[in-house]
């Protein structure tokens, strides 16, 4: 099985089945046969040497990225390759490599390199590139998504294990939807944008893309530094607790007319799908107002925004537009008549749609929404390179002109065998809170990771009977899917039990007691649960409860909640029924 996860790359490391040198040469060579148009540059074997070298004097349980290989968006600095930014014309130097980029590799992880990427960082497409479109890791003919295009696939690939991106319009989010990877957009300012080619300077976020949200954690505590040298840096206010489970989380869901899905009916059932998973994880699902959201998202580019990217590199424009993609020179060149009338004007706007968007927020823990609405081939987006790209920033346009934070999640594979992704957002500095809500979503929906077509653990199931209020949409059930439970069947034991209501409350519970004299059969559903979610699962049964042998009426026997005969004492005895729904319902 291939390493997958930082911790079991640095448990490899430890137990010597792998060392450094033998890793990193191995994914270095990967990354020189690429086929999806994913890397600018690479470093050299020389410069690899180097990096292992730093590790000397420091053992794996030093250093939390011992030895951890990852990709670097080409607008960010990288000492050692030159920064293009996408236009060859562009290209420099840096003397230094970006704040972000030294904390990690200061944390003990390797670059391999710079990635492909929408010129200037302007596109969700990943398309917009004189290096050639980078490819969609499961089907090269579709798009990858923009504009950090190729930082999303050479992690869905497994070239490395995680890849900086950046995101002022979606671009920390699109790819990752795409890839079946999660994307993490922190709160802008938290991560420090100081060696980075800026698209709108008071807008972007350096963003991380990795295969699992406790990869994220594990780069968030790294690389969420507040730096002196950048005036837009903030420190991170960790005011949101991390979640332990998702069941009574208020999550709000777009009105349905709010929703779009340009045509694409398989991401529509998909999305529907994740939302009554949701559900059945436990979720209160909230009816939300999106349009003061979608309001304010028209101002990133009909406003004066797109004056920012012209600010960036004003220089090199006004002298070098020619050498810029044509969608690049009209988008950034239709930024020249605007005034700063027409800024104040917007930026007034803007913070009327804030105060309306905040209080909207106050009414839930986090909104749920598609990270996109559609997908497109290659060849479609050529063919309508601006509207296209637009339907893409649908669900994503508004998050950092509105200062949230937000995290892209794989949700489930279609028929077309192309992944489909939703977003969680909430307020600024609620990134942690994100990452654990989506860690227990990855541990509930145990989804391939990236492009590999392996699990996060490869894991056997455990059959689980219930009788009471772990049944399917009943109070505790929800307890049972976050484990990854799936329902397997609707059956019966044999008829050899006795059936109590037991004292005590909310949630109400039911007592199976084995007796073969007196017995009936009882209404029972049998779950799979992965074999090392068990213990979870009898952590949350009280006493008199436990899981012993239970026959089922075609002679079976399977694991479930049994009762302590002691334990009806007092207890309303309900054999009759024959069923718990039918007590509850009687």
Same mark, same amino acid.
């Given at each position: 099985?291939a390493?997958?996860?930082?911790?079991q790359?640095l448990?490899?490391?430890?137990e010597g089945?792998?060392?450094?040198f033998?890793?990193?040469?191995?994914?270095?060579?990967?990354?020189?046969?690429?086929?999806?148009?994913?890397?600018?540059?690479?470093?050299?074997?020389e410069?690899?040497?180097?990096?292992?070298?730093?590790l000397?004097g420091?053992n794996?349980?030093?250093?939390?990225?011992?030895?951890?290989?990852?990709?670097?968006k080409?607008?960010i600095?990288l000492? !050692?390759?030159?920064?293009?930014?996408g236009?060859v014309e562009?290209t420099?130097?840096?003397q230094?490599?970006?704040?972000?980029?030294?904390?990690?590799?200061?944390?003990?992880?390797?670059?391999?390199?710079?990635?492909?990427?929408?010129q200037?960082?302007?596109?969700?497409?990943?398309?917009?590139?004189?290096f050639?479109?980078?490819?969609?890791?499961?089907n090269?003919?579709?798009?990858?998504g923009g504009?950090?295009?190729?930082?999303?696939v050479?992690?869905?690939?497994n070239?490395?294990?995680?890849?900086?991106?950046?995101?002022?319009?979606g671009s920390?989010r699109?790819?990752?939807?795409f890839?079946?990877?999660?994307?993490?957009?922190?709160?802008?300012g938290t991560?420090?944008?100081t060696g980075?080619v800026?698209a709108c300077r008071?807008?972007?976020?350096?963003?991380?893309?990795a295969?699992?949200a406790?990869?994220?954690?594990?780069?968030?505590?790294?690389?969420?530094?507040y730096?002196?040298?950048?005036? #837009?840096?903030?420190?991170?206010l960790?005011?949101?607790?991390?979640?332990?489970?998702?069941s009574?989380l208020?999550?709000?869901?777009?009105?349905?007319?709010?929703?779009?899905?340009?045509g694409?009916?398989?991401?529509?059932?998909?999305f529907e799908?994740?939302?009554?998973?949701?559900?059945?994880?436990?979720a209160?699902l909230i009816?939300f107002?999106?349009s003061?959201?979608?309001?304010?998202?028209?101002?990133?580019?009909?406003?004066?925004?797109?004056?920012e990217?012209?600010?960036?590199?004003q !220089?090199?424009?006004?002298?070098?537009?020619?050498?810029?993609?044509?969608?690049i020179?009209?988008?950034?060149?239709?930024?020249?008549?605007?005034?700063?009338?027409d800024?104040f004007?917007?930026m007034?706007?803007?913070?009327?749609?804030k105060?309306?968007?905040?209080n909207?927020?106050?009414?839930v823990d986090?909104?749920?929404?598609p990270?996109? !609405?559609?997908?497109y081939?290659?060849?479609?987006?050529n063919?309508?390179?601006?509207?296209?790209n637009s339907?893409?920033g649908?669900?994503?346009?508004?998050?950092?002109?509105l200062?949230y934070?937000?995290i892209?999640?794989?949700?489930?594979?279609?028929?077309?065998g192309?992944?489909?992704?939703f977003t969680l957002?909430a307020?600024?500095?609620s990134?942690?809170?994100?990452v654990?809500?989506?860690?227990?979503w990855?541990?509930?929906?145990?989804?391939?990771?990236?492009?590999?077509?392996?699990?996060?653990e490869?894991?056997?199931?455990?059959e689980?009977m219930v009788?009471?209020a772990?049944?399917?949409?009943?109070p505790?059930?929800p307890?049972?899917?976050?484990?990854?439970?799936?329902?397997?069947?609707?059956?019966r034991?044999?008829?050899?039990?006795?059936f109590?209501?037991?004292?005590?409350?909310?949630? #109400?519970?039911?007592?199976?007691v084995?007796?073969?004299?007196?017995?009936q059969?009882?209404?029972?559903?049998?779950?799979h649960?992965?074999?090392?979610?068990?213990?979870?699962?009898l952590?949350?049964i009280?006493?008199?409860?436990?899981l012993?042998?239970?026959?089922?009426?075609?002679?079976?026997?399977v694991?479930?909640?049994?009762?302590?005969?002691?334990?009806?004492k007092?207890?309303?005895?309900?054999?009759h029924?024959?069923?718990?729904?039918?007590?509850?319902?009687?």
């Open positions: 099985m390493l997958l996860t930082i911790e790359l448990a490899a490391y430890r089945s792998v060392t450094p033998e890793l990193l040469s191995e994914k270095l060579k990967s990354a020189r046969n690429d086929q999806h148009n994913a890397w600018i540059s690479l470093i050299s074997d410069q690899l040497a180097l990096y292992i070298k730093g000397e420091f794996v349980d030093d250093l939390p990225l011992y030895g951890v290989p990852f990709a670097i080409d607008n600095d000492e !050692g390759l030159n920064t293009t930014a236009c562009y420099y130097q840096p230094q490599s970006a704040f972000v980029v030294e904390l990690l590799i200061s944390a003990g992880a390797i670059p391999l390199g710079k990635t492909n990427l929408d200037f960082a302007t596109g969700l497409v990943g398309t917009r590139s004189p050639g479109a980078a490819k969609n890791s499961f090269p003919q579709y798009i990858s504009s950090s295009s190729g930082s999303a050479t992690v869905a690939t070239q490395v294990f995680f890849s900086l991106g950046t995101d002022t319009a920390g699109v790819p990752a939807g890839n079946n990877i999660l994307g993490l957009k922190p709160t802008k991560l420090s944008s980075l800026p008071t807008l972007d976020c350096i963003t991380f893309f295969r699992t406790d990869d994220l954690e594990i780069l968030q505590k790294v690389a969420a530094v730096d002196d040298n950048d005036c #837009y840096s903030r420190a991170y960790n005011s949101r607790a991390p979640v332990e489970c998702l009574g208020k999550v709000g869901v777009p009105k349905a007319e709010q929703l779009a899905f340009f694409n009916q398989e991401y529509q059932v998909q799908q994740c939302v009554k998973k949701w559900q059945q994880l436990g209160e009816e107002d999106l003061p959201f979608l309001d304010a998202a028209k101002l990133l580019y009909q406003g004066p925004w797109v004056a990217r012209y600010a960036a590199i !220089g090199f424009f006004d002298e070098n537009s020619s050498a810029c993609l044509p969608v020179e009209t988008i950034i060149g239709g930024a020249k008549s605007l005034s700063a009338a800024t004007k917007a007034y706007k803007l913070q009327e749609y105060v309306v968007c905040d909207l927020l106050e009414q986090v909104v749920l929404t990270t996109t !609405g559609s997908i081939t290659i060849d479609e987006v063919a309508d390179p601006i509207s296209l339907n893409l649908y669900y994503t346009n508004f998050m950092n002109l200062d934070s937000a892209a999640v794989p949700a489930s594979f279609g028929p077309s192309l992944p489909f992704g957002f307020p600024a500095f990134d942690r809170f994100l654990s809500i989506a860690n227990r990855q541990k509930a929906q145990p989804l391939p990771l990236g492009a590999t077509g392996q699990t996060l490869p894991h056997t199931m455990m689980i009788c009471g772990h049944m399917e949409g009943l505790l059930n307890q049972l899917v976050e484990l990854g439970g799936v329902l397997k069947a609707k059956t034991t044999s008829e050899n039990y006795r109590y209501a037991l004292a005590g409350g909310p949630p #109400y519970r039911p007592g199976l084995r007796d073969t004299d007196s017995g059969s009882i209404e029972v559903e049998v779950w649960i992965p074999t090392q979610s068990v213990g979870s699962l952590a949350q009280p006493h008199p409860l436990g012993g042998s239970v026959e089922l009426e075609d002679g079976r026997w694991k479930g909640f049994i009762c302590e005969p002691i334990a009806t007092g207890a309303e005895e309900i054999t029924l024959k069923s718990w729904r039918n007590y509850i319902n009687k």
